[in-house]
């Protein structure tokens, strides 16, 4: 199983980017699909989680009405829109795949399926 992440770049404050995340098999109908980030010298940070099925989705408070996760079902790909992005918001960004369980999604050790990152920088 792969998760192949894109999209990332450079952009000014208040502009936007949409990450995509990419599958490699459709076997994941009971997984939650997660975005992480890890700024540097910082532990790697929940950011929105969705259920493949797409009925659910789950949001860090820090990007709650920016970032907007969705799922593409028939392309295998989760894509995470974010807008009005802030220079607080510069990391590498990871997509991840768990089983869906009695943990919550935001539980970073849960996920069992890691991307390789896309870098996001924001300048002010």
């Known amino acids: 199983v792969q998760l192949q992440a894109s999209g990332g770049g450079l952009v000014q404050a208040g502009g936007s980017l949409r990450l995509s995340c990419a599958a490699s098999?459709?076997?994941?109908?009971?997984?939650?699909m997660g975005w992480f980030r890890q700024a540097p010298g910082k532990e790697r940070e929940f950011v929105a989680a969705i259920r493949w099925s797409g009925s659910r989705t789950y949001y860090a408070d820090s990007v709650k009405g920016r970032f907007t996760i969705s799922i593409d079902n028939a392309a295998n790909t989760v894509y995470l829109q974010m807008n009005s992005l802030k220079p607080e918001d510069t990391a590498v960004y990871y997509c991840a795949a768990r089983l869906i369980g009695s943990s919550s999604p935001v539980n970073k050790n849960a996920y069992d399926y890691w991307g390789q990152g896309t870098q996001v920088t924001v300048s002010s």
């Open positions: 098999t459709r076997t994941f109908s009971n997984y939650y």
